[in-house]
């Protein structure tokens, strides 16, 4: 069997969604992984193991295994590729492994012989009892844990039995690209941004409701949701919840206002786009959301958000590079979105603390952090296995 061991930096072998699946997970184990290769200045040894629910993926050359969650023979063989590696980094989500709450990731974790690190997309504040017992044997039974709030890490000390000395703050990454100037949509009308796949729980409605009182503003803005369904709610539900929104926006007259735009774009269209807006909304209806790549994203690109009191929205936009307000009163929203549509000055001040906070979490900076922890993570486990032999 081929290693992907090498001399010169410890192999890594990354378990997550990986592209082609469309889904955040799968994006910002993209991006991680050419990060770390930029930090390092190459890509070898760095291999996808990538999660899949039927049919094999269009990979590329970096995916060293597609594994087929619930399939115990692909589990077996996964567990063989993985040990091939220095150090396994899983990406955890409960929707993304097979078994009950994705408890199939414990299976992996149990199989290997090598070091392995896990970093938390989801720290639930209500977790059932079987969320409560994956998450908290995940980190016993890896060599560490990453979060990417306080927030989030608070919780895992607080709600779960786990040893909060093994938990270590890395924030989400952003592209450095997204910190170039602001494109000119050329219309002169302020554009407002929502993006990323479409679903409930994103609080769409919520946010599209909240122009209803910002129609007659001159000039009227836009608000353009950019995304397309997500692909499990697609394959469930079609397009039903999409279509929803688009009669809820005829409902109440916004058709001048509210803009769909259906693509999945790629990195570069969507720093593009992301860069030509004036302000973003995050809208999500979770209350328990510790991690928002989108949030991170517009920080990156300077942006003023208005965003739900979502903990990640909460603690990063506490440094006054946005406004949080409740999820459920979309007039507080429209009451937000109303002071900086009418206050440039308001706007350019968030905007200003959001690029004072960005210029700290563009990938290259988030890369060098994890690239650490895995270096002395391998460095250690060197000295046990020295420490035993002799």
């Excluded at 608000?223 to 409902?251: F, M, W």
Aim: glycine share 10%; with cysteine; net charge negative.
């Amino acid at each position: 069997m081929k290693s992907y061991s090498r001399k010169s930096h410890p192999s890594i072998g990354f378990v997550s969604t990986y592209p082609p699946t469309e889904c955040g997970l799968a994006t910002f184990t993209l991006a991680l992984r050419d990060a770390i290769g930029g930090v390092r200045g190459t890509t070898d040894g760095l291999g996808i193991v990538s999660l899949i629910d039927d049919h094999p993926g269009k990979s590329g050359p970096e995916v060293a295994h597609e594994h087929f969650n619930g399939d115990r023979v692909s589990l077996e063989r996964t567990t063989e590729v993985l040990n091939t590696f220095d150090v396994v980094l899983f990406e955890h989500e409960y929707g993304i492994y097979g078994g009950p709450d994705g408890a199939e990731i414990l299976d992996m974790v149990w199989g290997l012989d090598v070091p392995s690190l896990v970093t938390l997309h989801t720290v639930p504040t209500e977790p059932t009892l079987n969320q409560q017992i994956i998450l908290e044997r995940l980190v016993a039974e890896t060599d560490g844990t990453i979060v990417m709030t306080n927030a989030a890490a608070r919780r895992m000390a607080h709600q779960f039995d786990v040893d909060a000395e093994k938990i270590q703050v890395i924030p989400h990454g952003a592209n450095p690209a997204l910190a170039g100037p602001r494109s000119d949509s050329g219309t002169g009308r302020p554009i407002v941004l929502t993006w990323g796949l479409i679903g409930p729980g994103k609080g769409l409605e919520r946010s599209i409701k909240s122009f209803v009182g910002l129609k007659d503003l001159q000039p009227a803005p836009r608000y353009v949701i950019l995304g397309r369904t997500h692909p499990k709610v697609h394959a469930a539900h079609g397009d039903a919840y999409l279509d929803g929104l688009k009669s809820l926006v005829d409902e109440l007259g916004l058709g001048g206002v509210v803009e769909f735009d259906g693509r999945y774009m790629d990195t570069d269209a969507l720093i593009e786009t992301i860069r030509g807006v004036d302000i973003v909304v995050v809208p999500y209806d979770s209350k328990e959301q510790a991690t928002s790549g989108v949030l991170v994203e517009a920080i990156a690109a300077g942006k003023p958000v208005v965003a739900t009191a979502f903990p990640h929205a909460v603690e990063i936009l506490a440094t006054g590079a946005g406004i949080v307000v409740p999820h459920d009163d979309p007039d507080k929203m429209t009451a937000a979105l109303h002071s900086l549509l009418t206050d440039p000055r308001a706007a350019n001040q968030m905007a200003d603390v959001a690029e004072s906070i960005g210029s700290r979490l563009f990938w290259p900076a988030i890369a060098a952090r994890y690239e650490s922890m895995i270096t002395e993570l391998v460095a250690d486990a060197s000295a046990q296995r020295i420490a035993r032999v002799s």
